[in-house]
């Protein structure tokens, strides 16, 4: 079992930074990716970056050039910098773990409000 916890949220006006982190703990050595997904009401959670243990990362084309995806092995932590941002950045934000050979995630944080007022 893995236990995922977020912090980070908060709110911040349009153009400014915010950072998330997700720290994992329990059975780490099953997972291969980890990531944040995010979820606005009335929509489906969508991917928002992910990481593999590799260092391989992938962006949804909305973020690409704002956000960051890192993670530091050694804390057990992925982390999500999050520049530029926009009040359709405006949801609650999920971080995820993926076991090894499993294509979706199968371990959730509770989740973190973000806030981007106009």
């Known amino acids: 079992q893995v236990q995922l916890v977020e912090s980070g949220g908060g709110v911040v006006q349009a153009g400014g930074s915010l950072r998330l982190s997700c720290v994992a703990s329990?059975?780490?050595?099953?997972?291969?990716?980890m990531g944040w997904y995010r979820q606005a009401p009335g929509h489906q959670r969508e991917l928002v970056a992910v990481?593999?243990?590799?260092?391989?990362?992938d962006y949804a084309d909305s973020v690409k050039g704002r956000f960051t995806i890192s993670r530091n092995n050694a804390k057990d932590t992925v982390y999500l910098q999050m520049n530029s941002l926009k009040p359709e950045d405006t949801t609650v934000y999920y971080c995820?773990?993926?076991?090894?050979?499993?294509?979706?995630?199968?371990?959730w944080g509770q989740g973190t409000q973000v806030t981007v007022s106009s």
């Open positions: 995820a773990a993926t076991e090894h050979y499993s294509d979706y995630p199968g371990y």
């Open positions: 329990g059975t780490i050595s099953i997972i291969s990716a």
């Open positions: 990481i593999t243990r590799g260092g391989t990362t």
